[in-house]
């Protein structure tokens, strides 16, 4: 069974100052990259067939990071990047949490507006994932948001449970998943 090793990129700007980034561009701290070096670290035994990361700084600077010495070709997609959050980018989380808008977003139908919903985003990377020629292992760079969505997926969560999950920065989640799932998957959030 294919094996993928998802990775959510180093901290971020926006997560060290406490705003939504979404899909703007928001560099690593030093932290950032310290997560980013010891995720190297923690996947050095895998092996890879294919990497592929998020365009977005964060993430691709943390899939180099992770790949370096392993002459390994990355893949850099804008189709891997951060759930848009419209009209909530660049805003503080406190400032939504005392709005009591929170609860919007982790849930798995609605969105901020302009943005994406939890859904919207697992079925944008399902499609991806299923059109993809099947290896034996790939590591994905990514972000929370979308991590959460098709992790909670693929685990069969249920939906109104799917957004109250936060990977931390660079957390290694594996899963075994073969092309015909992912192509289900995608089907089933069309």
């Known amino acids: 069974m294919p094996a993928w090793t998802f990775i959510r990129h180093g901290q971020s700007v926006a997560n060290a100052e406490g705003w939504f980034a979404g899909q703007r561009d928001a560099p690593l701290t030093a932290l950032g ?6 995720a190297r670290t923690e996947v050095n035994g895998l092996s890879f067939d294919r990497a592929l ?16 010495g392993r002459g390994i070709e990355l893949t850099v997609t804008p189709s891997l990047r951060e759930r848009t959050c419209g009209s909530w980018e660049g805003r503080a ?12 977003f982790a849930a798995w139908e609605t969105q901020p507006g302009g943005g994406e919903s939890l859904r919207q985003v697992a079925l944008r990377v399902c499609r991806l994932f299923a059109d993809l020629p099947e290896v034996e292992s790939t590591l994905v760079v990514s972000h929370g948001a979308l991590m959460r969505s098709v992790i909670g997926c693929l685990d069969e969560r249920p939906r109104d449970t799917i957004g109250s999950w ?22 089933a959030l069309a």
């Open 166 to 187: 936060r990977p931390k920065n660079c957390e290694v989640v594996r899963r075994e998943v073969s092309r015909a799932r992912w192509r289900a998957l995608a089907d």
């Open 93 to 104: 989380i406190a400032d939504l949490e005392a709005e009591g808008l929170m609860p919007q």
């Open 33 to 38: 990259r310290e997560q980013a070096d010891a």
């Open 53 to 68: 990361c998020s365009d977005l700084s964060r993430a691709h600077e943390t899939a180099q990071r992770i790949l370096e």
